[in-house]
């Protein structure tokens, strides 16, 4: 039998106040960088023209730009796509232009220019001012609502604290996920999004692996004085080779799409490669440890007041 | 054997002769998405305004055309705002005949009347302009749907989108920017009278006489591609529209060679009204104006009675073939405007569904691979479970006619991995079961327990955000939340009546079980 650990007995909870020093780092870098150099929306989000292009033979960007020129259709991004002959040209939206004038535009334009020889246009997307602000307004939605459910599925199931914890978590994976994407210039799109909730879901599936143990474990016997940190740690120590495993096939899997996926799945799998390493550390570091601080706080309420009641009663026999 | 063996046996069976014969053949079965196969995706926004607006015109002009037939003088009748027109009479004496003549408009209602001044307004009622907003997106999608139809697409899809949207999806169209000038063309005919007294050079300087409108016609130079464009002053009102058409044909025309052109033929009224106009301007030019661009006008040199005419204008042939498809199909009753717009060439989606394979099957490789060496036998009873999880995903989305995409292929990538980790959750239990010394068969049994209850949690939170992803997302989410969706629920049958199953078939035989290969 391989066995990645024999009998696990890491203190994981116990150390998790430098764990939580850890993620406020990340997600302070992430923030910091969302701030000084944003997210690049793709064209899904702020509306525009894209054209993907290929060409016979190795185009300079400077001879694209020079075509480009000749139409003054404003700001142009030129990108090479996944392969040297390939690119991508990103316009933003014009007053008074459709899609059809612009793509036909830019066709135009490249053909006139003499140094690119023969090209294809392989794919032309156009979104609208109007349907790229409703897609932004539903993709807050998608996060937000996709939140609430798992926030109310695992109250239920399990109670609020949970929930709530395993909402931060993910809140917390989202934000590293958003931060990375943003140091790297990955640019935010449509199937990005479809990546954050998958690692939304892969996080929460993670987190109530956990719980679930937790909860069976406090089923049953449990030896006596053993705190509820101890009972935690217990748990994520028993699930740690689900854990390991699961998330090693599922980091193999992103791998696979990032490197071989092709260039339109590549950020839909960066975000899977980075939500796979914060989902998995963020169910120990934060859902759990935040239920146990959670549970430690509101024992050490409950302790307190006893305490505060016996001393009242003390003090009336005095008198 | 263990209770319920047969049962489940025939249900696995059933599910599998069910997929097999759904997926059977692959080709025609799984519908390709346009990223995959190529085509154009469009969602166009119905500009109801301007019908609402045109119609509000047409009532302002009938409306004179009314109290004229009462022999009602009128000052002047100006339209206000999208819905209305304000009516001011030659005298207030006729104020009582003029009320009554209002109130024969049914779907307008009078307001700020003003019987001194002899003026009152009529605004279209509400009801009135939610159904011709409503008629104007039905009638579009109807003649689009039409238009597409004559042009030739295998299996489009034209649906209405929300309240003033059509989305429109042709699979496999070569030449996208036809495809969009066709459907995306009002498509207006209109027979307009050329004002002969007026000054065209004049009211290109912007002095159009009242009751006319300045058009252009666009010629554009064979050699240096410049185009000059010719102002024309006409009249305002339309003598004949478009939906007097019954047939248009492309032919060549003759008087100007290698150009083509359209001969188009009226309805019985179209003819009639067309020989009345003829007959009663003989000498006059006639303007074919085609959505506000003026083709051409012929003068009329005598009664025209048989109900046909041409359209000429430096046609090419497919120029002219696709002007017969929009004129026969009939006018758009209001312009349309391109929201969004997303066309993928054939070579892309050949691409495009390669990669998506190797991802597929690289992903699918090397977790068959690791389960086999991590668990031995019963990482093989894992591998099959996966097979049939795939197979059985893909014969739901064949069977519910979802479509699959790139972001769809991606899903299944990830259901993979879920449908992977739902073995490694009951194989570890199982593992567990037995360190606690556990016989094999109470192992087996206490680690499908357990793990299931976890099983179930799982699946159920990511199917709830795939729920919520497939009803928030457009397009591409939605592909990737279906085929997310239908694998986890896969991956939930295959746990709990597959693997367990295969388990029964290898462990729970007759024959003592010494020792689990896991």
Known sequence: ?319 | MPRNFRTRAAIVLVVLIASIWALYPPKKTINLGLDLQGGIHLVLGVETDKHIGSQSDRAAEDFKAALDRRGIGVKRITREGLRGFVVELASPQSWNDALTVSSEFQTFERSGEDQGAGRFSMTMREREANRLADDAVRQGLETIRNRVDQFGVAEPTITRQGTDRILIQLPGVQDPERAKALIGKTALLEFKLVDEKADAQAAAQGQVPEGDQLVFQRRVDKETKAERRTPYVVQKRALLTGGELTRADVGADPNSPGNWQVAIEFTPTGTKTFADITEQNVGRHLAIILDGNLYSAPRINERIPGGRAVITGQFSVDDARDLAIVLRAGALPAPVTILEERSVGPSLGADSIRQGMIAILGSAGAVFVFMLLYYRLSGLIADVALVLNLLILLACMAAFGATLTLPGIAGIALTIGMAVDTNILIFERIREELKVGKLPRSAIDAGFNRALRTIIDTHLTVMVTALILYNFGTGPVKGFAVSLFVGLAASLFTAYFFTRLLFDVVYMGRRKVQAISI
């Open chain 1, 1 to 319: 039998m391989i066995e990645i650990f024999k009998n696990p007995s890491y203190d994981f909870i116990g150390k998790r106040k430098w764990a939580y020093i850890v993620s406020a780092l990340v997600t302070l870098i992430g923030l910091v960088s969302l701030a000084t150099q944003g997210l690049r929306y793709d064209i899904d989000f702020t509306g525009g023209t894209l054209v993907q292009v290929r060409f016979e033979k190795t185009p300079s960007v400077a001879a694209i730009r020079a075509g480009l020129n000749r139409i003054n259709l404003g700001e142009s991004i030129i990108q090479e796509f996944g392969h040297s002959q390939e690119f991508i040209i990103r316009l933003p939206l014009a007053v008074g232009t459709d899609s059809q004038q612009t793509a036909k535009r830019i066709e135009g334009a490249l053909s006139q220019e003499p140094s690119l020889g023969k090209f294809e246009v392989r794919r032309v997307e156009f979104v609208g001012p109007q349907v790229g602000k409703e897609l932004q307004w539903q993709a807050v939605y998608a996060v937000l609502f996709g939140l609430v459910g798992i926030l109310l599925y695992i109250a239920l199931r399990f109670d609020l604290k949970g929930g709530v914890a395993a909402v931060v978590a993910v809140f917390h994976d989202v934000l590293v996920c958003l931060g990375a994407m943003s140091l790297a210039h990955r640019e935010f799109s449509l199937p990005v999004l479809a990546a954050l909730l998958t690692i939304i879901g892969f996080s929460v599936n993670d987190t109530i692996v956990a719980y679930d143990r937790l909860r069976e474990n406090r089923g049953k016997s449990i030896p006596k004085g053993m705190s509820f940190a101890d009972q935690m740690n217990l748990a994520v120590n028993q699930t740690l080779s689900r854990t390991v495993l699961t998330s090693l096939t599922v980091f193999f899997s992103a791998a696979i799409l990032l490197f071989f996926g092709g260039r339109v799945l590549a950020d839909f799998a960066f975000v899977l490669f980075v939500g796979v390493i914060t989902g998995t550390y963020s169910t120990t570091y934060i859902a759990a440890a935040l239920v146990v601080d959670w549970t430690q706080y509101v024992e050490g309420r409950l302790r307190a007041r006893k305490k505060s009641v016996v001393k009242a009663g003390e003090a009336r026999k005095i008198t």
